[in-house]
């Protein structure tokens, strides 16, 4: 479990110091070649972002990196030693960490206990000081601005604070090169603001960051150079200043692709769904709003401010404690999410891993479970049916994958949301609920969701979209409304809402006193 | 899309159905070699004989193995089987005793499964006890009472010429084989082609998700633990028949021999994961073990450690199949 190191003398020194290289990297997974021949330099003290379509391999690389997964060929050298990372253990005595794309954490043990665990300094049986875990927890929260609990446990944590407590995991670990997968993915702005601080505050403490996003104004904003991989391929690297946007998207792609579209006109219809004083104490508060066949309506919000929560309580996954929803004017009682499909509703859960896909079942059944009637026509499942179906889903939604029986576990974290999207798009849906609908897809595919959304609500449908991507949320709504502290604080018509008077409505008003208390 | 999405198919599909059935395979394999070892340390294993009480031992181990395997996909764990067995089957005995007409007894002894599995069902689905625990303590308080009732001693009855022919043969096989086989074509059909079958291993695989989509969770998690009690009732059944008494110490250990060859046949014990047909390979494995070594005629301490070693190996090979299929994380 340990990691061997051997020297590999007469690397020529170039102009800046190599903290890690990689040369000839290729993976397989039974059989299928996902990562070819991949070489790549990391400086020290620098903020390097890999880019690439869904399932370019991109978490791959980072997973081969951080020991997750060994290299079916290829060697990594860490300061021109070669090194065996059989484990992510190793990785961490190597000074390498990796934050997840999806955050893996411990459900039942608190934030700092979680923060804790992992770091190992070689006393198995030493004793654990609690109160130092707990102020060394707190203060590390407090670095990334998150005012939180650090004694509740990780369950229920929305996804955003879930990817804070792994970033500050991998703070703590005074590693030399920290990789990042997508951890803006789930973020709002201000987040991502002080997440981009304190990077490069450690860039310049002379600590590597790998950072993978799709969003190219972060990497911009962020990186000094880019490395763009496609199908497996690292196809180039370069300083970020000096590629432009189109070029960038160009070798990722190798073609041209639409930027935002703007929604289609529509006509907006009668009411679809009105929900009014939607309250549970403790999470939102007399939340009241319509939204019309055809419109999109966006909700907006920081971190925490209970949007997911309301998305969920008007599916039934945890009830409001009171207030009234109403589906085409009729009062419904959605107590059970098997309610609110009934009333041909749809959701799009923000957190695929815990509350979308069924990891150990095919792609084919992850894509039609919410449709169990239509693959089974006569009440018996019809396999060639089924496949079908998903088949077409694949095609439709672009998703990349080598058979529909593969298992979605083993599919890239863009292609599992495609699939999630794909199996709601099934039930046709009257009303969608999408929470962070194109968290982890690329750009390419993108901007095929943004008009698929659109026709969606060409179509008659009524759109309920949460996102934290403001200029996502900005072209893409009708009308945004704006959360904050579980109220409703905001409510712009298409032409007034701007990023300014968003972020203005989602900022909290009055001072919190004890918000420790207020978490937990 | 310059790229397809469905890439190299056939190839990677051929391979993929191979690597999906490599467990199976392997089990197959081990199955064979069971039988060329024991046929070649004991003449009598290979007879027509042997091969008969083979079956009807499978029987015993496979029927309430086909629903441990939709109890263990659903992410779940029934360890009453044994005692719950022995318990129905005393009751049964007790109201054939009486006499009660042999219809009326094996239907009240049915209707005893399904409660007794619904009550797990519900210590889990509702009251949220983890099914380790309701089932526990089940096994314990379900053998206690029957030793209660019985003094530990067997419960006769008047021969009942029915209940013979359900421990004797027909066309040679007994007709408990007969039963198991017919109630394992009835398991795949479910697994594989109801939505219902679907809904389990929906549940197994990730509980949140399944609800989200509108699966009811609670019900379907009821169910497989009554179907799991139903099918401890058919094993009473037989088990009365082919003893032609009530015994409270009856069918200890089934549960572990059950998970056993539900575990070998590849079923994930995490949920989410395994399949009919590795079951019924699981079963064979398991009783072939069983069988070859009773006829050898090996110290049965020893048959416990050599049956616990050859569990564990299965298991292994099969994990190290899967990871060798790039399945394994
Ligand atoms: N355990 C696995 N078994 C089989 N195939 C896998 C496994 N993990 C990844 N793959 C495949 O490897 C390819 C690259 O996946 P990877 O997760 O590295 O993509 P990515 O670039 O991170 O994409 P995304 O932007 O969607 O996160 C994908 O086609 C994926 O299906
Ligand atoms: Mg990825």
Partial sequence: MSASTQSIGGQSAADRAILLSARGITKQFAGVEVLRDVDLDLYAGEIHALLGENGAGKSTFAKIVAGVHRPSRGVL???????????????????????????????????????????????????VRWAELKREANSLMAQLGIMIDVTRPMRGLSIADQQMVEIARALASESKLIIMDEPTAPLTPKEVETLFGISRQLRNEGRSIVFISHRLEEVRALCDRVTIFRDGNKIAT????????????????????????PKHKTTVGEVALAVEGLTLPGRFENISFEIRKGEIVGLGGLVGAGRTDVARAIFGVAPAASGTIAVNGQVVEIREPADAVAQGLAFVPEDRAVAGIFRTLPVSQNITAAVPEMIAPKGFIRHGLERTIALDSVKKMMIRLVSPRQPIGELSGGNQ????????????PKILILDEPTRGVDIGVKAEFYEMIGALAASGRAILLISSELPELLALSDRVLVMSEGQLTGDFARGDATEESVMHAAVPRRKVVGDAQAAA | MSVPTVSPRGVAETRRMLAGHMNELGLLAIIVILYGVFGALSPGFLSANNQVNILRDGATIGIAAWAQTLVIVAGEIDISVGPMVAFIAVIMAFLMKVPVPLPFALIGGVVLGLCLGSLAGVLRAIFSVPSFVATLGLWSALRGLALFMTNALPVTFDDNDTLDWIGDNVFGLPVSAVVMVILFGVFVFVSRKTAFGRSVYAVGG??????????????????????????????????????????????????????AAVVVGGTSLSGGRGSMLGTLLGVLTITVIGDGLVLYGINSFVQDVVRGVIIVVAVLLNVAASRRSGRHV
């Fill in chain 1, 77 to 127: 050298l860490l300061n021109n030693a070669r090194i065996e990372v059989l484990s992510p253990l190793a990785a961490q005595k190597l000074g390498i960490t990796l934050i997840h794309q999806e955050p893996i954490s411990f459900p039942d043990l608190s934030i700092s206990e979680n923060l804790a665990l992992g770091r190992d300094d070689g006393k198995p049986l030493g004793r």
């Fill in chain 1, 417 to 428: 949301q495609k699939a999630i999207l794909a199996r709601w798009l099934l039930t046709d």
């Fill in chain 2, 206 to 259: 990730n509980a949140n998700a399944a609800h989200l989509c509108g699966i009811n969770v609670t019900r379907i998690r009821i169910l497989v633990f009554a179907i799991s009690g139903l099918m401890a009732a058919i094993t009473a059944i037989m088990l009365l028949a082919r003893l032609g008494s009530g015994n409270a110490g009856a069918a200890s250990g089934l549960e572990f021999d059950v998970i």
């Fill in chain 1, 238 to 261: 370069e300083e970020t200043k000096n590629l432009t946007d189109a070029e960038i998207i160009r070798l990722m792609i190798g073609r041209e692709v639409k930027g935002y579209i």
